[in-house]
């Protein structure tokens, strides 16, 4: 099988633009085909609405975007691509006809995959050229963010195309799950069908509503799945002695009408079956250290939800704002006004778990970008803004010093303070510091130089009068305050 | 109703011992009741195993810890509490009996509530004194972390007994869910239970293993459970006209046999009981703007998990390891071996679109972060690595300054130089170039010292030797380079 340089997308719907999403951020070219020309703009749209989160998944180095094409002639896609999705309506004679054809085009080396959500690849295969080269590759929206992607092979299918498809699914990003047996529906969406009937069961019968069914999994199990499975958080509830406990206690609730599905017999086989799975999860590892790791990710996801106030992140948000309250320390801190007496207080945040390197630490990158919104909650507040950019006016960074004292640990309170240290009509020179919210310590400190710029002329340029008279107020205010340990300094060895 | 001080608990097993846990971390005493006498150092092992993960859940100031007392007097626990949970085994007639039992020692204000996941409040207060003050308050596993509890009346309950223990677990840092007819299973527990047997039945019918099925849902729909549910997610899966659309597209799947599940007949009813539902829950809010939140934490979620290399972490991990390795460009670069004769050339990227700031331009921190990755590089050249971290020692960056001279565009392919500038037996000093490919213009410098420290003493160490003779001959080479114009730099107005 060839290494896959550029991927040709069959059929451009909200999966096709998932693909190319995710391939194009990942350096691979793409070539969109679709009978249809009216989706030429569709596609590029759904790529450039993938791009702002795909942007932040990782800030590794990417390499150069890959280049996105368009064709409305499936043939031409087939003669050029390396690799081949198809992602047309759920039809299986529509399907059959179509990666035939475009089967005739492409070489035997080039795999060709369907992100079929639950046909059989035996059937999808059956009047292709060379259908050792095609299995189904099925993935979950949105495509460009979800890594899980089921491959399926059929009867005709090699080992060598399962193997090249999970490489190629690898370097884009993905979880390669190889589905050994071909059933309708493959994994996934056999267990995604059972949980949506029961809802659909439960709305049809007036038990609740789609809301509370919704809520009844995201504030409780759905924190669970996003990291373990049922079965292996079943062998946490066995305790000890894990799945086989469970089996055992809670093997006649199977018999009970809790769902409309019914179990299968309880049999020795599959207690077995079940045991030696989820002892193979486990890895030798003991109930213990697996229930830390759980309870390590179920805190983690928590508090990031909270940054977003949705789900168990708004309920832990609710609780915090009580707690803050019920400790009524709104008039504890800064009980005067900052910027009447000392430094510009900008910034409050905590250090976000995606900021934690591998060494434990906030990355120095995260530094600057607190720093970068503490310079810029200064410039709202002395009016460079919008309009003042529009007006062709800007300050430019043209130096920082950044000087790291101590550690700030994952989920601690933190702000930013802001001092002038000087000013002339083209420049700003400022010092922030980045303290713990819990003992005040300087966990890092900044200088910086600004420059003000025309930014048509691309030159420096004098500040504005009416930001000029207030950055004049606060230098004279915070002339008073003084000199940081941390201004001024130069990088150097020390003398031994 | 009256205000919950004291919490008794009816019961300590792995339930149990979550409620206890919970309730003292926000304040709560408890008193844990347990015929058994044993149970009382098992309940304090629970509580101290679930602490850590309690510990990092909020840093909003506590209230102190609430005291943990046990007995192995039920009927006098239930003279004391001020709310009473119950966790016994799920065998209805022995809890009809203690909880007929506890009714007639706790005074008629006390609230008393069944963990029970699956029977039916109706039968669970049938033979107590004061039946109104009775519910099901179902909580999850870990019952110290999960937020969700499921609460349900029986016949008999008052609107007050539901309303006070909403109160109650909400300040505790719950998300009460109130189940508003009675079912078997309630509503979490059916859901779950139709997903669990379709496992068994996959597992009984030999199609996956207990792992490959667990794997189908984490990297997959697990994540997106963590925070919107089946329904909402169908919404956004229907595009602009959410779940009308997708049942109307996805309708004839229940018909086929994706689950052993059969589904109701999707009738004009059911099929506006499914809009209408959404509807409420989408509550205004575009499907854009739905799916954007939706983005926004299945990034964030993947980022935190990557932190414990866990699931959609552990292949977000490899994917970064992999463009880590690409990145370093070690051998392809230039023909020649770059460290023979000039600064190491360490990163090949570009500048990428969500880079680009307000102004147009690259934002600063993200300067830092390709600094930062020059750095990685570097270590990982001479053998910096994971294997080196793991033995207990790393370098920190303790200052960096950065000198901004151009502009870079956006898509500019750029590239990074570091030049060793100094070195001890602790401190590397550097200075980092980042450079436009097209015309090698020096965009940026970074100057930078960094410390090697012992990461367990949390103090300066020696560099091991292995790495120091990679340094050493790395100084020797770079001695002969020009010290650089950017370097030794202190910031300050220059003199008018």
């Given at each position: 099988m060839r290494e896959v340089k550029t991927l040709g997308l069959l059929g451009t719907g909200v999966i096709g633009g998932g693909w190319a999403a995710r391939a194009l951020h990942f350096g691979i070219d793409v070539i969109a085909a679709d009978?249809?020309?009216?989706?030429q703009e569709w596609i590029r749209g759904a790529v450039a609405n993938a791009e702002p989160a795909l942007a932040r998944l990782t800030f590794a180095p990417l390499p150069p975007k890959g280049k996105l094409t368009f064709t409305t002639d499936l043939d031409a896609m087939a003669a050029q691509a390396d690799f081949i999705q198809e992602n047309i309506p759920e039809q299986l004679p529509l399907k059959q006809r179509i990666l035939a054809q475009v089967s005739r085009h492409a070489p035997a080396d080039v795999i060709i995959a369907s992100s079929t959500s639950g046909l059989m690849p035996t059937d999808l295969q059956r009047d292709m050229v060379a259908p050792e080269r095609f299995c189904v590759a099925h993935p979950f929206n949105p495509v460009y963010l979800l890594p899980l992607v089921e491959i399926v092979g059929g009867e005709k299918t090699s080992a060598a195309t399962i193997e090249a498809s999970k490489r190629f699914f690898t370097y884009i990003g993905m979880h390669a799950l190889h589905v050994r047996r071909e059933v309708p529906g493959h994994l996934t969406d056999r267990l995604q069908e059972a949980l949506w009937r029961e809802i659909l069961h439960m709305v049809n019968d007036g038990v609740a509503t789609t809301g509370e069914l919704d809520d009844s999994i995201i504030y409780g199990p759905g924190l669970r799945w996003a990291a373990m499975g049922t079965n292996l958080i079943y062998h946490l509830a066995g305790g000890e002695s894990g799945m086989r406990h469970m089996l055992a206690q809670f093997g006649p609730c199977l018999k009970w009408p809790w769902t409309k599905l019914e179990a299968p017999e309880l049999s020795e086989q599959l207690i077995d079956r079940m045991v030696e799975g989820t002892q193979a999860q486990a890895a030798g590892r003991s109930i213990r250290e697996i229930e830390r790791l759980r309870d390590d990710y179920l805190v983690a996801i928590q508090q990031v939800l909270r940054n977003f106030n949705i789900g168990a992140g708004a309920t832990l948000k609710n609780l915090e704002t009580r707690l803050y309250t019920d400790a009524s320390l709104e008039h504890t801190y800064d009980g005067v006004k900052p910027e009447l007496d000392g430094p510009l207080r900008l910034v409050s945040t905590e250090v976000r778990p995606e900021w934690i390197d591998y060494n434990g630490h906030m990355t120095d990158s995260r530094y600057m970008q607190v720093f970068g919104d503490a310079m810029d909650a200064m410039y709202r507040r002395i009016g460079v803004d919008e309009d003042y950019r529009a007006s062709g006016h800007m300050f430019y960074t043209v130096e920082s010093h950044i000087s790291y004292l101590t550690e700030a640990r994952v989920n601690e309170p933190i702000y930013v303070t802001t001092q002038m240290l000087g000013l002339d009509q083209k420049r700003l020179h400022v010092f922030h510091r980045l303290l713990r919210e819990r003992d005040n310590e300087l966990v890092a400190a900044c200088e910086q130089m600004h420059l003000h710029v025309d930014t048509h002329a691309h030159k420096a340029a004098l500040i504005r009068p009416e930001v000029f008279s207030k950055l004049e107020a606060l230098r004279a205010t915070h002339a008073a305050l003084p000199a940081p340990n941390q201004a001024g300094r130069h990088i150097g060895m020390p003398a031994h």
């Open positions: 009978v249809k020309p009216e989706m």
